[in-house]
């Protein structure tokens, strides 16, 4: 899926909501990289990536892109970066947010689905930020992760909330 908005009404005023999240995988300083087939980043290097489904958290949707982009199961290590913007659109505004959350591989090799993604592979950190086909988004997250940004940490264990949630994951 492309595009997933939610409007959010506010005084009678709408926008576009979307959230995105993306997979940082950087084994041996190699990084993951997917260069997609569609949108203003055809033909671009970036992280493998993509919308998050009604009833996702996150974390679950980063894992799916992941699997989807590259072939490779993952897990989630840590929140490394966010991009939390507004742009303006025909009709109004969108505000788009995307979590990057380092990941681990757990299985798989690399593979694509020839349809968002015509190729992935795993590229040097130094080559990859010297590349101008990696867009500048990618790059400033490959740096925060080699700069030792270890981010907040995915808790594997239940934290009390006193509301109802159908899904809980926590990040500290």
């Not at 959010?8 to 909501?17: A, D, K, P, T």
């Not at 990618?138 to 740096?143: A, D, Q």
């Amino acid at each position: 899926m492309f595009y997933n908005y939610h409007k959010v009404v506010n005084g009678g005023e709408e926008m576009n909501v979307f959230c995105t999240a993306a997979g940082l995988i950087v084994e041996d300083n190699n990084v993951l990289l997917v260069k997609v087939t569609y949108g203003a980043n055809k033909g671009r290097w970036m992280l493998p990536g993509g919308f998050v489904d009604e009833g996702e958290t996150f974390q679950e949707a980063a894992i799916r892109e992941v699997k989807e982009e590259s072939g490779l199961t993952a897990e989630v290590k840590s929140l490394i970066g966010v991009r939390d913007g507004i742009r303006a659109i025909h009709n109004g505004s969108e505000h788009g947010i995307y979590l990057v959350f380092e990941m681990e591989v757990t299985s798989g090799t690399v593979s694509i689905d020839g349809y968002e993604v015509d190729e992935a592979r795993f590229i040097p950190v130094e080559e990859a930020l010297r590349d101008p086909l990696v867009i500048h988004l990618t790059k400033e997250m490959i740096i925060a992760h080699r700069s030792n940004n270890k981010g907040l940490r995915q808790l594997h264990k239940t934290v009390q909330a006193n509301n109802s949630w159908t899904k809980y994951e926590v990040l500290a």
